[in-house]
T-cell receptor
Framework: DTGVSQDPRHKITKRGQNVTFRCDPI?????LYWYRQTLGQGPEFLTY????????KSRLLSDRFSAERPKGSFSTLEIQRTEQGDSAMYLC????????????FGPGTRLTVL | DQQVKQNSPSLSVQEGRISILNCDYT??????FLWYKKYPAEGPTFLIS???IKDKNEDGRFTVFLNKSAKHLSLHIVPSQPGDSAVYFC??????????WGAGTKLIIKP
């Protein structure tokens, strides 16, 4: 399977705990994106990497959220001190250089904060 | 402010007929529009896109129409098939990286 993969697919945690999600983009894609989707809404942009550089962060990405892409390949999204409002589907997408408009999505990580 | 709007939360269409999903936007700077399809518990799947310099793009059963003066685009699916039942999202971009999404329309194809 050469699509975007995300791990874990589901995560249940207690309020106040830290969680980390991983995204592996399509191998030849140098752009990587994180989105968050809540029920009944479209995805909301969180952040974007070109290779290892984080080029844009949404104001939705509070200081409890941090994303990395250390070697320009896989990326991690960490949420510290989780809150119930963080419960959502976290989606990762990637796109190739020169064609940033069409983004290809992974299956998402469903986070539930109790 | 919602820059991309899909005003119909759901749409029911008979199998074999045409499905028309609509999307309106407010930002005239958008220069690229995309439609994605999403099944439950899966990520969005890219369907078709259109650049603002065009007014129509066709790919098999899927056609997207763009009316820039009305800031409106639509996705036509013909003929509709049971496997088309899903949530359809309209998205737009003007920065080549950040997609702005509508809330989605749930399409139900009746046999």
């Amino acid at each position: 399977d050469t699509g975007v993969s995300q791990d874990p697919r589901h995560k249940i945690t207690k309020r106040g705990q830290n969680v980390t999600f991983r995204c592996d983009p399509i191998s030849e894609h140098n752009r990587l994106y994180w989105y968050r989707q809540t029920l009944g809404q479209g995805p909301e942009f969180l952040t974007y990497f070109q290779n290892e550089a984080q080029l844009e962060k949404s104001r939705l990405l509070s200081d409890r959220f941090s994303a990395e892409r250390p070697k320009g390949s896989f990326s991690t999204l960490e949420i510290q001190r989780t809150e119930q409002g963080d419960s959502a589907m976290y989606l990762c997408a990637s796109s190739p250089a020169g064609s940033a408009d069409t983004q290809y999505f992974g299956p998402g990580t469903r986070l539930t904060v109790l | 402010d919602q820059q991309v709007k899909q005003n119909s939360p759901s749409l029911s269409v008979q199998e074999g007929r045409i499905s028309i999903l609509n999307c309106d936007y407010t930002n005239s700077m958008f220069d690229y529009f995309l439609w994605y399809k999403k099944y439950p518990a899966e990520g969005p799947t890219f369907l078709i896109s259109i650049s603002s310099i065009k007014d129509k793009n066709e790919d098999g059963r899927f056609t997207v129409f763009l009316n820039k003066s009305a800031k409106h685009l639509s996705l036509h699916i013909v003929p509709s098939q049971p496997g088309d039942s899903a949530v359809y999202f309209c998205a737009a971009t003007h920065s080549n990286y950040q997609l702005i999404w509508g809330a989605g329309t749930k399409l139900i194809i009746k046999p």
